[in-house]
């Protein structure tokens, strides 16, 4: 028997009652019973995001949602900070420069962290910009950036600050109104444990009224219409309904579970499978490690040894490097419906793999140091 | 038992295989299942579009794929020719304005067809025009126009045609290569019996040419990076993966039929619904009627009553009107899954809830004429 198991950071694997509320006949979307649905869902994602700011969804995948950022919370002319530590967040750039809007960039070495300093170094040399793009947890290198630092900072220099969320909403604790986040933008296909098509994005009153005012042009990713229909418990235009039953079914199960629970397992999980990896003596890449992901430094470029051998032998799907990373890295997914149970899959299965490659020299620490970070067994 | 049945002109019925479909196990799109699945639907769409022009797919409605062609086939400071007829063909003026597009519009009032005439005065008066945005079937009206006609101007006169072919790819015969139609846009939850949440696109060697050139800018439905991608079995972004997979149940469902049966199956059924109609003593809006749905003029602004009545005790939900005929017709579908016992079902509960408003005398002759117009019973 073939079992397949994603263990990739995105997208993650998906309960079997989402994947039966997908399969649920279809309604048309101008009735109570989507209304209902969409109603709860966007009152759902406010919990998980720990906002009362309006929660908008958007029928396309993320990168969507964070090119509805750019084009209503910048306008031609502008400039911008960006963070730019890996593959996610130097789409920023890349999307605000599609609309010629200016770009500082403040970087770090992919595996690191912007820090706060250099922040603030670029709004102090650049105290025109509007508006800080910027990521909590890159999917690419598995970092984690302090986002409460720098909204301090973007508001200090009375800009925005807008959050690729992606990899970090029902992760890792999102406090958005605590810490003035202006947008944060989500993906359903990530922490909230739905199949991808739906991208989510808050945004603050500040958020709304910049929108409100001068902005690039755009019409399917219109904000000012979308928080509009949100407000009607509608949608601009026709959504992906199955996916709003999936993100329906899986936020219940995630506001059943609790968000202090939810955020405390994928802590517990992630600890554990760096555990595991420290104990199989191999090297993280992530300064300030995400819950996200772990990336593994692997040594010889085998990385894609690696990955096919887990894929083929195991079943057990993970993700590589992107762009100069490929083959240098592997990354372990655990955001989403994980338990202990399930990195013990996920371990077994690459630290097998990787004692086959020769490239550690035992099996069992990992495991073992797994078991031990949850208490004692897995 | 209140079963619902979705006689909407979109989103249309879904077929039991396509709702298994969506609720298959998640498979990551960056593996050889997923991209065969894209494969094979990319491949079934070029059959039902009657093309060997790539056909991108996105993931968004079908708005989102028309805003992709704004964005990548007309660029800033042009003129388009926009044929104006009902909501949707008018969407082609707003999102061309949007980008500061001028926009000639040639409009028909709402139940008319433009005519061939009225485009190539416009060409005439226009020759600078770059493009010619159109609808096939328009559905806020039901009017089928004349794209072969329409294709034929544009191109003497050396300009793009780009057609809304949303609810008419899978219903009528769409010529896309004979006829000479440089994109035509679909949308899932259409013909192709699939909940909404994807667009396609069809480009010819014209229209890539294009966009390889000036166009607005855009990230998301980059249609130049789509086309490559599309080119490996990929995508730019995560796609909707779970409709992906629907979409791919369907177009086998419509391969096995047969293009020619499943054009001549939809005439077959708008050809009943019109002749029950008609048969009930009620007029019809449009004057060149599309297969996709008929829309039925309700006398002293009842249609919410028959729309409601229909939905709550017949659980038959069907369409009411948009803007100014919002109570003054209804839209009965039949596009997509449908055969004439569906239509039974549709003629049956629409005569017998205008019967007892009062809307016609006698209940009966709707559902005679149904079954005559299927040869002698339903």
Not at 280 to 302: K, Y
Not at 338 to 363: K, P, Q, S
Request: proline share 4%; with cysteine.
């Amino acid at each position: 028997m073939k079992r397949a198991r994603l263990f990739t950071p995105g997208p993650t694997a998906v309960p079997d009652e989402v994947l039966a509320a997908l399969g649920r006949p279809l309604v048309h979307h101008r009735t109570q019973a989507f209304g209902d649905a969409l109603t709860e869902v966007m009152c759902d994602l406010q919990y998980i995001m720990q906002t009362q700011n309006p929660v908008v969804v958007l029928s396309s995948s993320g990168s969507g949602g964070m090119e509805a950022c750019v084009v209503n919370l910048t306008a031609p002319g502008e400039k911008v900070i960006v963070t730019e530590l890996g593959k996610f967040s130097n789409r920023w750039r890349e999307m605000a420069q599609t609309y010629g809007v200016e770009v500082v960039s403040v970087s770090a070495e992919w595996g690191h962290a912007v820090t706060p300093d250099q922040v603030a170094a670029a709004f102090t040399a650049h105290p025109d910009a509007t508006a800080l793009l910027t990521i909590h947890s890159e999917t690419s290198t598995g970092v984690l950036q302090d986002v409460e630092a720098f909204a301090q900072i973007a508001h200090r220099h009375d800009a925005l600050i807008v959050v690729d969320g992606i990899t970090s909403v029902g992760c890792h604790d999102v406090r958005t109104d605590e810490w003035g986040l202006d947008a944060v933008v989500g993906g359903s296909q990530k922490g909230v444990m739905t199949p991808p098509g739906l991208a989510y994005v808050s945004l603050s009153p500040a958020a709304i009224q910049k929108m409100e005012g001068r902005r690039h042009a755009s019409y399917y990713f219109d904000l000012v219409k979308a928080v509009k229909s949100a407000g009607k418990a509608d949608t601009p235009y026709t959504p992906a309904i199955p996916l709003v039953f999936g993100l329906q079914a899986a936020l219940r199960m995630m506001r059943e579970e609790g968000l202090e629970n939810v955020i405390a397992r994928h802590a517990a999980n992630a600890g554990a499978v760096r555990a595991a990896v420290s104990a199989m003596g191999l090297s993280m890449l992530a300064e300030t490690p995400s819950n996200a992901t772990t990336a593994v430094l692997i040594p010889d470029g085998r990385a894609g040894d690696i990955t096919k051998k887990m894929e083929h032998e195991h079943g057990v799907k993970i993700a590589g490097g992107q762009q100069h990373l490929n083959g240098h890295i592997v990354r372990l997914g655990h955001l989403g419906f994980y338990n202990a149970a399930d990195m013990l899959t996920l371990v077994t299965a690459f630290e097998t793999v990787c004692h086959e490659l020769g490239l550690v020299d035992a099996r069992g620490p990992g495991v073992e140091a797994l078991g031990a970070a949850y208490g004692g067994g897995a």
